[in-house]
């Protein structure tokens, strides 16, 4: 048995692997942004915070972004976010929205509550209508962000925002946000976690603006799947499987936005040489080539960070400190 062979027959299982890793490693780094968020409130030994929980601040990112496309300034405060966003772009560029399906940690939970739902026999197929209609939520959103942030703001108004009080303790805020939600925040979490039970992928699906900019970008990837109707016996399992609700079965490649590159639908194909990968001319590729891609790149964006020094924020953590101890009490600014 070839090696790719053996990857289209248990796609699923290392789809799950290879999730699982980077869901457990954004457990730790959740953990250790938690000792370090201690010991800003004297409540703990000193620990390093952790670069990595910049990528729970697409926000800030997409601001440090266009500040660097316009100036060449790398954001010194939240670079690793920067690097994460630019990676996970790049990714949606190269090997579709690979960074959902592979590595984004939201996109694990959503799966596996797609998994509890077969289990319980309780998912639902939404009709064409209602799932247009549910997905333009994510772009609007998109386009709210895209209008203040890449039309009204200028570079002065960035790097304003960019150095408030809020800014520096954003990743602050976002953890008392989970520690002490409010009810209304409980309340929708409980919802989302529920309903994604029942319609898989319900957030990535329908109200993930970051989700929505990299399927755009997809629309550009060289890699696709393809499914040949000459082996296609119309059993429908494709679509069955695909978290993106996605009618495989009636499409000869898939361009959809919503396409993950998670290649559940290759994995839930009984025809062999029906659903397969394809790169530019219409070649078929590797089915593996979508996985490696998404994280190779993504680890080779996180490495020559490092090297560059574009990883560790220079803000000292006596500044985090004073911010940190600030957070409850900063708003939002207004411009």
């Not at 697409?58 to 100036?71: D, E, G, M």
């Not at 755009?216 to 000459?230: C, H, K, M, V, Y």
């Not at 190779?296 to 490495?303: D, H, I, R, T």
């Amino acid at each position: 048995m070839s090696k790719n062979v053996y990857f289209q027959q248990n796609i699923t299982a290392i789809h799950r692997f290879v999730q699982a890793v980077f869901g457990i490693f954004t457990l730790y780094v959740g953990y250790r942004f938690y000792l370090f968020y201690n010991w800003t409130m004297d409540q703990g030994e000193y620990v390093a915070r952790p670069p990595a929980v910049e990528g729970f601040l697409p926000i800030s990112a997409l601001l440090s972004l266009k500040r660097l496309i316009i100036s060449g300034e790398f954001d010194p405060i939240h670079p690793a976010g920067l690097v994460i966003f630019i990676a996970a772009l790049t990714i949606g560029l190269l090997a579709r929205k690979g960074f959902c399906g592979w590595i984004c940690p939201v996109g694990f939970t959503s799966h596996l509550a797609q998994w509890l739902g077969g289990k319980l026999k309780i998912l639902l197929t939404l009709p064409v209508w209602l799932n247009y209609t549910l997905s333009s939520t994510k772009y609007l959103l998109l386009g709210f962000f895209l209008y203040i942030i890449g039309w009204k703001m200028d570079v002065t108004a960035i790097t304003s925002f960019l150095e408030t009080p809020y800014n520096l303790a954003a990743d602050a805020k976002m953890l008392q946000f989970f520690l002490a939600p409010s009810s209304l925040a409980l309340a929708i979490m409980i919802f989302l976690a529920a309903i994604s039970c029942v319609i898989p992928n319900f957030w990535c699906r329908f109200l993930c603006p970051y989700g929505a900019l990299l399927g755009l970008l997809a629309f550009f990837s060289p890699l696709q799947i393809n499914r040949n109707p000459d082996n296609c016996i119309d059993c429908r399992k494709c679509n069955r499987q695909c978290p993106g609700g996605i009618k495989v079965s009636r499409k000869e490649t898939v361009r959809s936005p919503e396409c993950i590159g998670c290649l559940e639908c290759v994995a839930a194909c009984p025809k062999e040489n029906c659903l397969t990968v394809q790169g530019p001319g219409r070649k078929k590729r590797d089915a593996r080539l979508i996985p490696l891609v998404a994280v190779m790149l993504f680890l080779g964006f996180w490495f020559t960070a490092r090297l560059g020094d574009h990883w560790q924020s220079k803000v000292p953590p006596d500044t985090f400190k004073q911010m940190y101890q600030l957070a409850e009490r900063l708003s939002h600014p207004r411009y």
